[in-house]
């Protein structure tokens, strides 16, 4: 953003807080043009064209009090006995995928006790002991009272995208890509 804003000063560029599904639908139905979208899934499932443009380390959420809350890092196998709190896959397209996938590889399948729309309803579930979560680390800006957000032993990192349409593309946008190097 700082680099197009230097070369064109002028353009306004519209920044909206909407969820990787919203994006990609108003990608597909030609309301936005360019979009960070975050995991690849729904971009790829819409046929959108996208680029990597960063990483996402996961984190996990544990209540205070939590057996490992001592530990400054958490084996993702330690936590295979809780019930976990995951993000909808609708509203968060990936980041279900993604725990689902790392429990898997870690030699367990997590009991889902509670699926959350957003991270900042999961940063409020935690501590009540509703269970805990994998959560992209980005979140930990957000308040969290009452949670311990630990990095786990093995990290867990996911691709982030920037996402836009195949075609119609308009040339402002085409310039923004450029700049920003995608």
Not at 38 to 64: H, M, N, S, W, Y
Not at 159 to 168: E, S
Request: glycine content about 10%.
């Amino acid at each position: 953003m700082r680099r197009f804003r230097e070369f064109h000063p002028t353009v306004s560029v519209n920044l909206f807080d909407l969820s990787a599904t919203h994006q990609a639908k108003a990608l597909q139905n030609g309301e936005l043009e360019v979009g960070f979208i975050g995991f690849e899934d729904e971009a790829r499932a819409l046929g959108l064209r996208r680029r990597k443009v960063g990483e996402c380390r996961f984190v996990a959420a544990l209540p205070t009090g939590h057996r490992l809350a001592g530990k400054q890092k958490v084996s993702l196998k330690a936590l295979s006995a809780d019930g976990f709190i995951v993000i909808s896959e609708d509203h968060y397209p990936g980041a279900h995928r993604v725990a689902l996938e790392a429990c898997r590889q870690a030699g367990f399948r997590p009991r889902i006790l509670q699926t959350a729309e957003r991270g900042h309803t999961i940063l409020g579930m935690v501590p009540g002991r509703c269970g805990v979560a994998l959560l992209p680390e980005p979140l930990s800006a957000l308040p969290h009272p009452g949670v311990l957000l630990r990095p786990l032993a093995d990290p867990l990192m996911a691709d982030l995208f920037v996402a836009w349409r195949t075609r119609g593309v308009g040339a402002t946008a085409r310039r923004f890509l450029e700049l920003a190097d995608v």
